[in-house]
């Protein structure tokens, strides 16, 4: 199959559907922000990456609803410039689907969810207390990548604090995969969780490839 895109009659939804199916699996942005008059907000994005080590920046895509409006987070961000991410685990998994309903204006997903907001440090948003990670974030630049209904804005932000849960270290410092039990966004309903791994020694370097 060879699609040209300036010369085929499937809509950008139809073509939506067939990048998801093989961009994937992707991580998940769970993302805590508030309005200018203190409404939380927590929404989760699949299009979402850590982009630069130094300095930390991470970036997600909200798009544009079937209005062709923002979405609260995106029009939260743009009011206060902060957020924070919580990432999304096997324990989370069901919270997280709850929240990513579109609630009306000003009703809170935490609420929606059962879930805590805990105060953040440097930020207004909470953090969400049933993850096991936590960052907070200000927003560095937002780019707008068109003006109709399904159109991405791309959200980066520096990282100012990182808050991980001790349980889900390993003895480096870094986490466990086993422990944090992360999953990641497939296609349409699916999800995927992050237990069946492989290991690919670096030919370079295999002197950073940790025992066992």
């Known amino acids: 199959m060879i699609i040209d895109l300036a010369n085929t009659e499937k809509s950008w939804r139809d073509l939506h559907r067939l990048y998801l199916s093989f961009v994937q699996p992707r991580p998940i942005a769970w993302v805590s922000s508030i309005s200018r008059d203190g409404k939380t907000n927590l929404a989760p994005f699949s299009f979402y990456n850590m982009v630069s080590a130094n300095p930390p920046v991470v970036l997600f895509s909200p798009a544009l609803n079937r209005n062709g409006d923002p979405k609260d987070t995106l029009a939260n961000i743009r009011e206060t410039g902060e957020f924070v991410i919580a990432t999304v685990t096997e324990s989370n998994a069901k919270a997280m689907n709850v929240t990513s309903t579109e609630w009306p204006r000003g009703e809170s997903e935490f609420e929606k969810a059962g879930l805590t907001p805990l105060p953040a440090t440097h930020v207004r948003p909470p953090l969400v207390k049933e993850s096991p990670v936590n960052i907070e974030c200000r927003l560095r630049q937002i780019i707008q990548l068109g003006i109709e209904n399904g159109a991405g804005n791309v959200v980066m ?15 480096d410092g870094t986490c466990d995969p086993d422990k944090l039990a992360a999953i990641g ?10 237990r069946e791994r492989m290991e690919l020694v670096s030919v370079r370097d295999p002197s950073r490839v940790r025992p066992g």
Do not use: C, Q
Request: charged share 25%; net charge negative; aromatic share 4%.
């Open 157 to 171: 932000g520096d990282v100012l604090v990182v808050h991980v849960d001790d349980d889900v270290l390993a003895p």
């Open 185 to 194: 966004r497939m296609g349409g309903s699916l999800y995927t969780k992050t």
